[in-house]
């Protein structure tokens, strides 16, 4: 059954990872004929990232391992420290992830048990922050990032809300690429924000694969990332 939050929930972001911020980058550039821009550091996490502007409210990732930062306590988000995942990205990046944001975590973390989103854990950069439901643990991040796990969204809480400045989008410049579609391929017993299939860009399709694809409009034309 689909999952019912008790609050909005909004697609915030797109997630690709890299070996490198410079693959990632040059990846884009021929993909899209755009570069990213810079984005920061996440002390602590072991990663850094660079963005790129979709649309007024989304944006898409680029996350790499932080070669600056020692190796952190605790896992890498996004299954970063998974070796099958760094072969695959070694190739080249891979579209791993969605993330979607909430007005307040608290009215809608562990509402369903077939929807575990994860321990909330606050981050900031700059004149941003935000909390985050993330894996602390090394069994949970198995589970959190596998191929079907990954397929539920991890939730976010920019402090500040819709304030100017609070967002990355905020500063970041159009970009001349659009997400047309998010398509998640899912096994129909896997739960999900029912509120997700109120955006028109989301499409859930029934399979016994699991697997994440996200349909761009570029300069270069149409683009299919996963």
Do not use: K
Not at 83 to 103: N, T
Request: hydrophobic share 40%; glycine share 8%; net charge neutral.
């Amino acid at each position: 059954m689909p999952l019912q939050l008790h609050c909005a929930i909004e697609l915030d972001h797109l997630v690709v990872a890299c070996a490198t911020l410079v693959q990632g980058d040059a990846w884009l550039r021929e993909l899209a004929g755009v570069p990213s821009a810079p984005g920061g550091s996440h002390p602590g996490w072991g990663t850094h990232n660079r963005l790129l502007r979709l649309d007024a409210r989304t944006y898409l990732e680029l996350i790499a391992p932080d070669p600056a930062q020692a190796e952190p306590a605790l896992p890498r988000p996004f299954g970063l420290d998974d070796l099958a995942l760094r072969e695959r990205i070694a190739e080249r990046p891979r579209l791993v992830h969605y993330v979607c944001r909430v007005p307040a975590l608290e009215a809608i973390a562990g509402l369903d048990p077939g929807y575990d989103p994860g321990p909330i854990m606050s981050m900031t950069r700059g004149a941003l922050s935000w909390r985050i439901t993330m894996p602390q643990d090394a069994a949970s991040a198995a589970r959190r990032w596998s191929e079907t796990g990954r397929l539920q969204p991890t939730l976010i809480e920019w402090a500040g809300g819709a304030a100017p400045g609070r967002h990355p989008v905020d500063t970041l410049a159009a970009s001349g690429v659009t997400l047309a579609r998010l398509r998640l391929c899912a096994p129909p017993d896997l739960a999900l924000p029912a509120a997700l299939r109120e955006d028109p860009r989301v499409t859930r399709v029934d399979a016994s694969r699991p697997a994440l694809g996200a349909e761009l409009s570029t300069p270069r034309g149409w683009r299919l990332i996963d």
